[in-house]
């Protein structure tokens, strides 16, 4: 048990009074944005990731280790009690969240959504503590055929299979890889696409891609829709979330049900949380029907919430591990995350465990010291998160407009690139104005630096034998299962189409 | 025309927009991403490089350029020959994911998909509670591109004379000018607002974490 002795070093580094500063400044300000009525946890990691360039890499991923589960948890929040969820990863959760609310059961929701959460979180990342050096193992034997194959993956099942509009998908998708194209070809040196521009021949920092189309656009297209502020439509928590031991008893089981589906989608890059937090709620949909649940759909159940918040925080979990053993990341938030580490230098993947072993420990050991606070916080200052849904829409904006060009500011205080943030922000106004998922442009733009590395490498190793892309068992695993699922997803939009037809 | 006429049945005067009428302002999107298509063909046929052999520097752009053109011709197809976008428009969709994978994994009924809809979220209270809020959310459904575009100026006036004025005086005046245009009423009292905001991330950021802010010719005084 190698990993137990590392992980209690990782708490000793991380448990100095300094670091734990951090870990709470973390936890809060991610519980705060993800509370906030529109913004998700993506959104969060991406305001407050350019905030943490100021500090030393072990705090500022500390800090991040709070943010990147604080949003998750804050998500829920704001769905309960206002029915907003800040992303769909929290939309299967606000189902049954706030009819209880509704219902007049807020305070049992929202402890029925932090726990669900805590417990995701914990069962999760200690799947990563004990699976890490499984993983290592594994990515030592990807070679850049497999690498390839898998950055394909989560292109067609981020752009095609679990988007809405295959097209639209494939544009945005598209258009990420174009804007990963800017800058100096490492390999060759090229100049590509930079126009001459100094500036851009570092190519566009992820910051402010992020920054841009999730905080700006999103700013920009609530300009352009948004009128009244329904304030009668705000509820209040209800005093502490808090729940009674039978209550406990019988969310426990959805819990862990919802656990046991989040845990494996963090490894599979299929866009992140809501494919498992769908799948729970629909698991205990059909429970509740064949036992007779008459809450179901009616007042509200607690299963129908526990399980999906449970699922969504343990897909968090594992999409961090896969990220830090494999270098892959799952979901939107997962690719923010390396952004973070390749702004401190450092490149996630087997090697990172060997050489940045103890930054890789601290993290996974502030991961759980996050739980614990975020688990505190959420439970007991439940009031204090719902009183920022009362904060004026055009303040909250107003200071998200400010906050992200403090952020991309703060990255390299230069003018251009700022005026590309507004220049992003408008295509992500655009984007959401005409439906195109964002999502598929986020990854393009993190995995298309990274297929096409691996792919000119698999050719340089193969002499440009092409069929060398496919000639691995891995590789064809990969590829086998990417056509499984195009097929099941074919199979259901026809039948979709068909049964519209019919009505 | 018979779908988008029984979906806009369906769909009651819920948003203005492409109601009645084909709204073609979606080729905006064909027109980007033709001009980043034609961007990557044409750069990656003029780069230079010193490689040699079939893969080089331009052949990843090369391929993702006429594969972004294939798509924006069939985004374009889409647009004009089918209706289904129009619908999705009114229906205002969590579009981020498809709604048909999410309905089978969630195992709902025709009836619970509205649970689906983005609009629901909101329009589904303002319809109970009262019939002049469900007017005012209709109306907030056009796009109001008066606001937008006002805004947009603001962030790009920040942008340019961020240099020369500096970070408190411009970031007030951003986020006076972005609470004003979303539908502030007290402009005065924002004046402080937005002077504290600025003043409370100058001293934390450019005081407390070390991150230079610009002076702007506060810094010449």
Not at chain 1, 409 to 438: E, N, W
Not at chain 2, 11 to 29: A, C, H, T
Not at chain 2, 88 to 97: C, H, K, P, R, S
Request: proline letters at 4%; aromatic letters at 10%.
């Amino acid at each position: 048990m190698e990993q137990l002795s590392l992980l209690f070093d990782g708490f000793a580094q991380a448990a100095t009074p300094y670091n734990l500063v951090f870990v709470f400044l973390g936890a809060i300000l991610g519980t705060a944005v993800g509370v906030l009525p529109g913004l998700g946890s993506s959104m969060a990691v991406a305001l407050l990731l350019p905030i943490t360039f100021a500090l030393d890499p072990t705090a500022a991923f500390i800090m991040f280790a709070g943010v990147y589960f604080g949003g998750l948890f804050g998500d829920s929040t704001a769905g309960i009690l206002l029915n907003t969820p800040g992303q769909s990863s929290a939309i299967a959760s606000t189902f049954e969240g706030h009819r209880m609310a509704r219902n007049g059961k807020a305070a049992k929701a929202l402890a029925t959504a932090a726990i669900g959460a805590f417990i995701g979180g914990l069962v999760s990342t200690l799947i990563v503590v004990f699976m890490s050096p499984l993983f290592v193992k594994m990515a030592t034997n990807f070679g850049p055929a497999e690498y390839f194959a898998l950055a394909v993956f989560a292109f067609v099942a981020i752009s095609s299979v679990v988007s809405e509009s295959v097209i639209r998908g494939l544009g945005a998708l598209g258009i990420g890889i174009a804007l990963s194209f800017v800058g100096i070809d490492g390999p060759s040196g090229a100049s590509r696409f930079t126009f001459g521009v100094p500036q851009l021949f570092d190519g566009i920092d992820l910051v402010v891609i992020t920054v841009g189309l999730l905080a700006l656009g999103e700013v920009f297209h609530i300009a352009a829709t948004y009128k009244s502020d329904p304030e009668s439509l705000k509820l209040p928590a209800g005093g502490i979330a808090r729940m009674s031991w039978a209550d406990f008893r019988k969310a426990l089981p959805a819990w862990i049900r919802g656990t046991l589906f989040g845990a494996p989608f963090g490894m599979i890059p299929a866009g992140g949380a809501e494919v498992p937090t769908f799948l729970a709620y629909g698991t205990e949909k059909r429970l509740a029907k064949r036992r007779g649940d008459t809450e179901f759909g009616t007042t509200g159940s607690i299963k129908g919430l526990a399980a999906p918040e449970a699922a969504g925080n343990a897909t968090a979990g594992t999409a961090m591990g896969t990220l830090l053993a494999i270098g892959l990341p799952t979901s939107a938030t997962a690719a923010i995350m390396l952004a973070a580490f390749q702004q401190y230098g450092m490149q996630p993947g087997p090697l990172l465990f060997e050489r940045s072993a103890d930054l890789v420990w601290t993290l996974l050991a502030s991961l759980f010291i996050a739980l614990f606070v975020l688990l505190a916080l959420n439970l007991f200052l439940a009031p204090m998160w719902a009183r920022l849904l009362y904060i004026p829409n055009h303040y909250l904006y107003a200071g998200i407009t400010v906050v992200a060009m403090l952020g991309v500011y703060a990255i390299s205080a230069s003018t251009m690139d700022l005026l590309i943030l507004v220049i992003l922000g408008f295509l992500g106004y655009l984007m959401r104005r005409f439906k195109m998922p964002l999502a598929p442009l986020l990854i393009g733009v993190i995995l298309g630096p990274l297929a096409e590395t691996e792919f000119r490498r698999a050719m340089a190793v193969s002499e440009n034998d092409i069929t060398a892309l496919w000639s691995s068992p891995i590789t064809i695993a990969v590829y086998i299962f990417m056509i499984i699922a195009i097929t099941i997803s074919i199979v259901q939009h026809l039948r979709h189409m068909k049964s519209a037809q019919v009505g | 025309m018979s779908t988008a006429i029984t979906h806009n049945d369906k769909q009651p005067q819920r948003e203005l927009v492409g109601v009645g009428k084909r709204d073609y302002s979606e080729f905006i999107m064909v027109a980007i991403m033709g001009v980043v298509s034609a961007i990557l063909i044409i750069g990656s046929l003029n780069m230079a490089t010193s490689e040699d052999g079939p893969f080089s520097a331009k052949t990843t752009p090369l391929i993702v350029g006429i594969a972004l053109a294939v798509v924006t011709a069939l985004l374009a197809v889409d647009i004009l020959r089918n209706t289904r976008m129009q619908v999705l428009a009114v229906d205002g969709n969590v579009y981020e994911m498809s709604s048909d994978m999410l309905h089978d994994l969630a195992g709902m009924d025709e009836a619970d998909d509205k649970l689906l809809n983005a609009a629901a979220f909101e329009l589904d209270d303002a319809i109970t509670t009262s019939t002049d809020e469900e007017a005012a959310v209709e109306v907030a459904r056009v796009t109001d591109y008066r606001t937008l575009l006002l805004l947009v100026a603001a962030t790009l006036l920040f942008v340019l004379l961020l240099p020369y004025l500096g970070w408190v005086i411009c970031a007030a005046a951003l986020f006076w000018s972005t609470a004003r245009l979303l539908g502030s009423t007290r402009p005065v009292m924002d004046i402080w607002t937005s002077l504290i905001v600025a003043s409370v991330i100058q001293l934390a950021f450019g005081g407390l974490l070390g991150l230079h802010l610009p002076a702007g010719f506060f810094g010449g005084l």
